[in-house]
């Protein structure tokens, strides 16, 4: 659907994006991520040919953006981080002058406006000032705008930046809508967000991609351990010796102690589980267990490890 | 185009800008014509001439926001990412304001329509004055819209067309001075023995030349009734021009920008 290779990006003699190489398939909901400045504005404003790369190419569904941009164009809908609207015009307005910028053909215009605006659910002030709406609204608007002509693929870059727990949620929400149909790149430094909607994450530092993965394998391939967290209904100090006895497991570490209750985080080599193993020896020693959980890596530390060694790599050089 | 064309011209009228101008313009105008009652008659070319002595605070006005305001408020994204010409956004941007131009320059066909209806005598040299100030206004306009292009603040580009325009009156004395200048110069340092006429003459050719760019010279003819096309298509040459400078202007600074 889109491929991007060997993308490169000089502001003046500083390099914004170094040699980025990646596709984006068919119906995927892409996440880049990266903190301020890391170059995913400049990626997705690359994509949308709103600026152009110093090498590098852009293509979609096989056109390229600099040699056909009209098509490309045509394909894409873009909502920028401060949504671009015209505050001096009403929604509806706003929203057909943008249908004609689209082409989209007189007949299909007030049609696939009220569409979108049922759809991202800013029925009630479509005939509102932009101006006066909240920034809730604004960038619901700025989703409308980049939905109209219905274009295979969506760019969002921080979606829900400024906007309120309801509101983002709302937001997520339309955006998994949305991936029925389209294929969708969306740029946020929020990992939890990039974590509960993405396919795919792409994770850019310093203007490199750091890492591209699914968020679960990026989970795993950071990982060197499994931990297992583990609380037991007893104050018996020897609940530690036992759990180092399980094969497999290759450190335990008492983490609270409270109440005849002991708590405590095991490692294991990837891949190991031990979960039964250990279910089986507390339940042998009349020891029950309170809670169990796999404590996976969150995306959170996959970012900073990633980012950390990519630094460090640096440094060294 | 069409979608930018529209939106621009109502945009005018979303602001105080346009109905402002369009207000201004029609009070002055109406001055002017009002003052020739008591005297029984009406000079309509000289009310042209008198409008087109505004133009130089009027045309600024209308013409700052045209780009200066899209990069502020981030809709050139818009404008950029859409699947649409940039040299029509910017062709429409100029339409739109030559469109206001032309509204409130209705306000002279409209007295010209109170003098015939009283029995008055509408004559060549009205109309040709009418005619010279909407291809001013256009050049004008030109000038602004590059203005606007040139940079992202709205009281700059407000700032440097009304320079140029106001400088634009006054070319014909910088003409005659450049003149002196050049035959005192020559005379002065005559090392190759050029006579006096001769230096006499690239003196006037010196200003003459400068003269040429100057519109006002092309539209005398016109201001005193007599048609012909050399100053309609001086002037649309230049309109053509400016607008596509403002255009590659725009160009040049989408690609350059440290965004």
């Known amino acids: 659907m889109i491929e991007i290779k060997r993308l490169t990006k000089y502001y003046g003699d500083k390099m914004a994006l170094n040699n980025v190489s990646f596709d984006v398939k068919d119906h995927e909901l892409l996440g880049l991520l990266g903190p301020n400045g890391a170059g995913k504005s400049t990626l997705m404003n690359i994509l949308t040919g709103y600026l152009s790369s110093t090498s590098g190419t852009v293509s979609v569904n096989g056109h390229d953006i600099l040699e056909d941009p009209t098509t490309v164009k045509s394909m894409i809908g873009y909502l920028p981080e401060n949504p671009p609207l015209y505050q001096d015009m009403t929604v509806r307005e706003f929203l057909v002058f943008v249908c004609e910028l689209k082409k989209v053909p007189r007949e299909f215009r007030e049609k696939i406006v009220a569409e979108v605006l049922s759809l991202v659910k800013i029925y009630d002030v479509a005939g509102r000032v932009i101006r006066n709406l909240s920034k809730g609204y604004k960038q619901r608007v700025g989703m409308a705008q980049a939905l109209i002509g219905n274009p295979e693929v969506l760019i969002f870059d921080e979606p829900t930046i400024g906007l309120d727990p309801k509101q983002i949620i709302e937001v997520r929400n339309l955006i998994r809508t949305l991936k029925k149909n389209h294929t969708i790149i969306i740029s946020s430094h929020v990992l939890a967000e990039i974590q509960s909607m993405c396919d795919r994450v792409v994770i850019i530092y310093e203007g490199k991609i750091a890492a591209i993965n699914t968020p679960l394998a990026l989970s795993g391939m950071m990982s060197a351990s499994s931990r297992l967290m583990i609380t037991v209904d007893s104050s018996s100090e020897r609940v530690s010796d036992v759990l180092r006895g399980i094969s497999g497991v290759t450190r335990v570490s008492r983490i609270r102690e409270e109440n005849d209750v002991l708590q405590f985080e095991l490692f294991t080599d990837r891949g190991t589980d031990i979960r039964r193993e250990v279910f089986s020896a507390m339940a042998g020693n009349g020891w029950p267990i309170i809670e169990m959980r796999v404590n996976e890596l969150s995306l959170e530390d996959i970012y900073l490890g990633v980012t950390d060694t990519a630094a460090r790599k640096g440094e060294a050089k | ?259």
């Open chain 2, 1 to 259: 185009m069409i979608a930018y064309y529209k939106r621009e011209f109502l945009a005018y009228f979303r602001s105080p800008i346009g109905w402002i101008s369009i207000a201004l313009y029609a009070l002055i105008g109406g001055f002017f014509f009002s003052s020739w009652l008591p005297l029984g008659r009406i000079d309509m070319a000289g009310e042209s001439a008198f409008l087109s002595g505004i133009l130089f605070i009027i045309i600024p006005i209308i013409t700052m926001r045209l780009f200066s305001e899209e990069k502020k408020s981030g809709t050139d994204i818009l404008m950029y990412t859409s699947p649409v010409n940039l040299a029509g956004v910017v062709t429409a941007k100029y339409l739109a304001a030559l469109t206001l131009f032309l509204m409130m320059n209705m306000v002279i066909p409209l007295h010209m329509l109170i003098v015939i209806s009283f029995g008055g005598r509408v004559d060549a040299m009205a109309w040709g004055a009418f005619i010279a100030l909407i291809l001013l206004g256009s050049v004008f306009i030109a000038v602004g819209t590059l203005a606007s292009a040139a940079t992202e603040n709205q009281i700059v580009s407000a700032m440097i067309s009304f320079t140029v325009l106001l400088l634009s009156q006054y070319v014909y004395v910088f003409a005659g001075q450049f003149r002196s200048l050049a035959v005192s110069l020559l005379g002065a340092l005559n090392v190759f023995g050029i006579e006096a006429s001769q230096i006499d003459g690239i003196g006037k050719g010196i200003e003459k030349a400068i003269n040429w760019i100057d519109p006002y010279t092309h539209l005398e003819t016109l201001f005193i009734g007599m048609f012909r096309f050399p100053p309609v298509f001086f002037c649309v040459s230049v309109d053509v021009l400016l607008v596509f400078v403002a255009y590659r202007l725009i160009e040049k600074r989408r690609w350059s920008q440290n965004g």
